[in-house]
């Protein structure tokens, strides 16, 4: 009789363990769907084939014609348009897009000359000046030593690049950039700075990096108040640099 007892108590004991146990999962906290956003749903966005613009992308300029760009006093572009590039023709001036864009996601595609000339500075060097101020340097960065801050995927003369990812002179390269402009307080005030995050050729060499000011050649850049709105620059820095497939999404 004894020995049924134990038995009877051990039973009892282990399903009042399994009962404490199952009340425990029951106890379910707080709703998963209290923290489940549906609203608003994010635009469907249909991606392009490889580098081709996205369905929502303004394209600037798709190898057929100039009508996006104007060099910087106003003028028609007098770079060469063929083969479904434009090229920058040397002392005609920077190009500039007729529309002004601040944030956005900008996609390039450029190409240093085949055959190789000068050094450093002096070789394939153009730009992409977001809000025509503050420079993404395009260089022949390939087996071409120079200041790192200044070498392809550098914010000119203020960040260097994460890495050299240069494809050899004459072959077309990307760039993927994602930029955020400054903002300025009704005094003029830098409220924040702006921000890069660039691709080169898919491979990250910017990863929101701070620009201390517009690009400047010699000095310390300073930040002076700008709309928030202004052109692209693509620069003439006497090199026959190309560019094609340009395409930007407004953020
Ligand atoms: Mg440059």
Redesign the pocket.
């Known amino acids: 009789m004894k020995g049924k007892t134990m038995l009877l108590q051990i039973v009892i004991l282990m399903l009042a363990g399994i009962f404490v146990v199952m009340c425990a999962q029951q106890d379910e906290g707080p709703d998963p769907k209290e923290t489940e956003v549906w609203e608003p749903e994010p635009d469907v966005v249909t991606p392009g084939e490889l580098t081709a613009p996205p369905s929502d992308a303004i394209v600037l300029f798709d190898g057929t014609d100039f009508s996006n760009w104007e060099h910087e006093n106003g003028e028609p572009v007098k770079w060469n348009l063929g083969d479904g590039a434009m090229t920058v023709v040397k002392k005609t001036g920077s190009i500039r897009t007729k529309q002004g864009f601040g944030d956005c996601q900008l996609h390039v595609e450029w190409r240093t000359p085949a055959e190789v000339e000068g050094e450093g500075q002096g070789r394939g060097?153009?730009?992409i000046f977001l809000q025509g101020r503050y420079?993404l340097?395009?260089?022949d960065s390939y087996d071409n030593r120079t200041y790192s801050n200044g070498q392809a995927g550098s914010l000119?003369k203020q960040v260097m690049p994460l890495v050299n990812a240069s494809r050899k002179p004459g072959e077309w390269q990307t760039y993927d950039i994602i930029y955020t402009s400054p903002k300025f307080d009704s005094d003029g005030n830098v409220v924040s700075p702006a921000y890069m995050t660039v691709l080169h050729n898919g491979v990250l060499v910017q990863n929101h990096s701070e620009l201390r000011g517009p690009t400047v050649y010699k000095g310390q850049p300073q930040y002076e108040p700008h709309s928030d709105h202004e052109p692209i620059v693509l620069?003439d820095?006497s090199d026959p640099v190309s560019y094609r497939n340009i395409w930007i999404r407004e953020l």
Request: proline letters at 0%; glycine letters at 10%; hydrophobic letters at 20%.
């Open positions: 060097n153009s730009g420079e340097q395009v260089l000119y620069q820095h």
